[in-house]
Structures are given as C-alpha cells and as structure tokens.
C-alpha cells in the first residue's frame, strides 16, 4: 500500500514493480531453485572451518580478492589477457553493468529469461525489450536481429543454458548477434557445470562480448559469489562503480578453498547429470506431460492444459517444493520447473508426480 510520501518520492517504475519472491521452504523437500543438493564430504569441512580459524574478521577483506580471482581464472579456464570482476553473486555484476548504461539506454533479451535482467533494467528506468523465443525455446534469430536494428542495444543478455527453458540456445545464431551487435552481448553461463558448451574460448574473438558465471549453481549458492570475464578495458570502467569491500573475506576464504578442491564438485555435477538423466526419462514415461531436454540441473515440465496449479499444489501437499511457472503465461503456461535433487529426492518426486499427472 503506498501512501504520501512514497509517491512523492519513487519513481513510478518502482511503485509499479512487484518484489522478487522467493517461496519458505521450511520442511519441504527443496526442488525450486537450481541448487546443488550436496554439501561438502565431513573431512573437507573440516579442513574448511579450519581454514576460516585464520580470517580476520578485524580487517577489511583485500579489496580486489587477487587470490581469488586468481583461481577463478584457472578453474574457469579464462585466459591471462582477459579481466575478471566479482559479484555478490550474479545479480550484483547485472546491476553493475546496467548502472553503467546512459539513462535512455535500450537492453535487450529473449523472453522468457532470466527474470533479474527486467526487473534490474526496470528499477533502473532503462529501456527494456524482450524478444519471444520460438515454440521449441530456441532464439528466433530474425526477430532478435530486428530488435537489435530497432532498439540498438547498449547490452543484450542470453543465458547459456537458459533459465527458465534448461536448453542450449545455437551457437550460431548467438555469433550473428554478438556480429550484429553495436552493444555489448552478455553470455550469461549460470549453468556451465552442467553444460558441455561455453564462450570463454570466444573471448578473444570479439571485442563486445563478456562471459559471467556463478558459483552458486556449482554447489555455493549460500556464498553469493558470481564473476564476469573479459576485456580488461571494459571490465575497468565497471570496476569503477563496484562498492569496495563487496566480497567479504569469509566468502573470499571459502570460494578459494572450495574451488582449491574443485574435484570434489566435478564429482556432484557428475552425479547431478546422471540423475538428470534418469529423472528425464521416467518423466517422458508419464501420460499428460511434455518434457524438454536440459543442459542445466533442472527440467522443465508442461502438463495437460490447466493442470499446472493442481500439480503444484498437490506436490506442496506432499512435501515437495518446486517451481509453478504457468502464472508467467506465454510460452511458459501450464509448465512447472523441478531442480535436479538427490536420488532419494528425485524418487520422491517422480512418485508423487506419476500420481498427480492421472
């Protein structure tokens, strides 16, 4: 409810947007939000908590998180001539590049996406389009290509894989745009662990594109940490406007440690696939649902016709918490979003869904 002194004061892009929320999972069987369901083996926890014995909650964390940089880069495999920034996870590097745009600046993406390119362009009063995706999720490259003539882009996002859709967008078609484009093109790889594609190895090709990445699907996610990659001029100008001290040295002493044991999580990701597997193929065995394909630890899910809500809410009731997309409409109605669990996790769900799918 607004009173006085808010409409006075906000911008009507504020009043008339609504907050991100995000469902209490108390007591549910957590399949909503694209995490990592394992934690770290006891012994490297313990070599973990002694490790943070040493920080110095006394003293401001190194400002530029040179150690860590340094280990993101060759656990990422990015290449000595590129630049890299750290986020407070991802959603801080979008707000960082968008706060650099003029105020009548144009950004773009496809639709659906990732729904913090809007909502970040929107508290910001940018200029935001989006372009649908074809029937199948992939990009419709010529209608991009005339959003890109039309609007001029100062930064066009495509998630790779996408979220909320789980699919590879064409390589080829993501080289026409980045060719096309006059602004910067942000490949956003959230889900790399779980993709065997990538665009790091494009950096050097062309001078307008940026690659970020998350720990956070990786298995970190309580850590907010996520990181951009690429020209050191333009990397830079963004470092410019990045608040100091933005990560903090617990996290900057455990992203360091938990990416100096990186085998442990190429472990987790390999098992999180081969459960993807499985739950994607006892999926397209049930009646009622279409199931698509997924580079990512999550499956999306469209059901009969107006039977999203149901299933969702008939999976709440047995204790399991996944993502009911039908609300967003569009492409995305009557589909619902699980994350990839543990195998115990996966039966529960599959169980429950053979039965509410009747």
Not at 77 to 97: C, H, K, M
């Amino acid at each position: 409810m607004q009173n006085s002194v808010t409409s006075r004061l906000f911008r009507p892009q504020i009043l008339e947007m609504s907050a991100y929320k995000v469902a209490d999972a108390k007591g549910f069987i957590k399949l909503d939000a694209m995490e990592n369901p394992y934690n770290l083996p006891d012994e490297v926890a313990e070599q973990w908590l002694k490790t943070l014995k040493d920080c110095e909650l006394n003293r401001y964390p190194d400002p530029a998180a040179s150690e860590l940089n340094e280990i993101i880069k060759q656990v990422n495999g990015i290449p000595d001539e590129f630049d890299v920034l750290l986020g407070n996870g991802s959603d801080e590097i979008i707000q960082l590049l968008l706060m650099a745009l003029p105020s009548d600046a144009s950004v773009l993406a496809p639709e659906p996406a990732f729904v913090m390119y809007k909502q970040i362009s929107l508290s910001l009063g940018l200029n935001y389009h989006s372009v649908p995706l074809n029937a199948d999720f992939s990009l419709n490259l010529e209608s991009m290509l005339a959003a890109i003539e039309k609007h001029q882009p100062s930064v066009i996002f495509l998630a790779y894989p996408n979220n909320p859709t789980s699919n590879l967008f064409n390589s080829d078609d993501i080289k026409k745009i980045i060719e096309t484009a006059e602004g910067l093109v942000i490949i956003d790889e959230a889900y790399a662990p779980f993709a065997e594609a990538t665009f790091i190895d494009q950096l050097g090709l062309y001078e307008n594109i940026l690659v970020m990445r998350t720990l956070s699907k990786l298995g970190l996610a309580g850590l907010r940490l996520g990181f951009i990659a690429g020209e050191p001029s333009i990397i830079a100008e963004l470092d410019k406007i990045r608040l100091p001290y933005n990560i903090n040295v617990l996290t900057q002493a455990t992203a360091h440690f938990a990416l100096s044991h990186y085998a442990v999580f190429e472990q987790q990701t390999q098992e999180i696939c081969q459960q993807r597997s499985l739950v994607l193929a006892a999926l397209t065995k049930i009646d009622g649902l279409k199931v698509y394909e997924s580079a990512a630890n999550f499956i999306l899910i469209k059901t009969r016709a107006n039977q999203a809500d149901k299933i969702f809410q008939g999976l709440k009731e047995q204790g399991i918490l996944i993502k009911n997309l039908s609300p967003q409409g569009g492409l995305l109605a009557d589909c619902l979003r699980v994350t990839i669990g543990t195998p115990e996790e996966n039966q529960a769900f599959l169980e429950a869904m053979t039965i509410l799918s009747k």
